[in-house]
């Protein structure tokens, strides 16, 4: 079976046909293709996996989008990290579906250089567990948005093939490369439910983000790559951040503190499920 009729078979219809184009308008080598598809095994289908998650009902998700906290993290460059916490129920991984789909593409519609990447753990699905799988997926996304920055991957894709997607410190410093790129623009990170990565790829996920945000103090870096994390306020991932929250360029947005507007925001989560289950029956 030829190079391309396999990239073709197992590539996400999407991406193979914007990559194929490329490829022919000469952007892009078949192995740049089987490069970029290695990063996204199976045709995992990230967007469906944070589509799993419902949209947000009218009036809520506001104790996050209204808040100074994430209006100063979302506006400022200098501001490398935002981590959201809240207990379980309180509506993190609806918020940042929103996040991603609504609040930044609003925010940032009149500067095409900015890019959203995102990944959503799951700790009912093994695949969905893994740090070196939220890395690869936001390679591959940065990739699709701009192919050029595959030349960041293409030695290491030479060298281990398909197992690169599998190893974490070759993936970061690929990522760091790539995304700090200033061909890059600015690029905004999103990962989700850090708290159901399995936990030792969680801490040393946690432990590069801490080099990454502490490093960018005294860089000279022009880098405009910056995360938002969200995840339950476990004490395991609040002691890994604790020394990149000391730092002026990194930011907590805690739920617990804003348990009045959660509880509001809640119950109109349920008053709109009543009505909808109401609507339905009348429809039956």
Excluded at 252 to 264: R, V, Y
Aim: glycine content about 4%; overall charge neutral; charged content about 25%.
């Amino acid at each position: 079976m030829s190079t391309s009729l396999k990239a073709r078979q197992s590539m996400p219809r999407k991406d193979f046909s914007n990559s194929l184009q490329r490829q022919q308008e000469g952007q892009l080598s078949i192995q740049e293709i089987d490069c970029l598809q290695s990063l996204c095994p199976s045709g995992i289908d990230y967007e469906s996996q944070k589509n799993q998650n419902p949209k947000r009902v009218p009036e809520t998700c506001l104790w996050t989008l209204q808040n100074p906290k994430y209006l100063e993290w979302r506006d400022n460059h200098t501001k490398r990290l935002l981590w959201i916490s809240a207990d379980p129920g309180c509506g993190k991984s609806v918020l940042a579906r929103c996040i991603i789909d609504e609040d930044l593409p609003s925010a940032f519609q009149n500067d095409p250089s900015k890019r959203i990447l995102y990944y959503f753990f799951k700790d009912t699905n093994p695949e969905q567990r893994s740090a070196a799988r939220a890395i690869s997926t936001s390679l591959h996304q940065l990739f699709v948005s701009y192919p050029h920055l595959i030349r960041y991957a293409l030695p290491k894709y030479k060298e281990k093939g398909g197992t690169l997607s599998t190893i974490f410190s070759e993936l970061w410093s690929i990522f760091m490369a790539a995304a700090t790129d200033p061909a890059a623009g600015d690029i905004i990170c999103v990962f989700d439910a850090l708290d159901e990565c399995n936990d030792q790829e969680q801490s040393r996920l946690i432990e590069y983000l801490e080099d990454f945000c502490l490093g960018q103090r005294t860089s000279s870096s022009t880098s405009r790559l910056k995360f938002l994390i969200t995840s339950r306020p476990y004490f395991e991932i609040r002691r890994g951040f604790d020394k990149v929250l000391e730092a002026s360029n990194n930011i907590e947005l805690a739920g617990n503190d804003k348990l009045a507007s959660i509880t509001k925001e809640i119950d109109l989560v349920i008053k709109h499920q009543v009505a909808s289950l109401k609507r339905e029956a009348r429809l039956a």
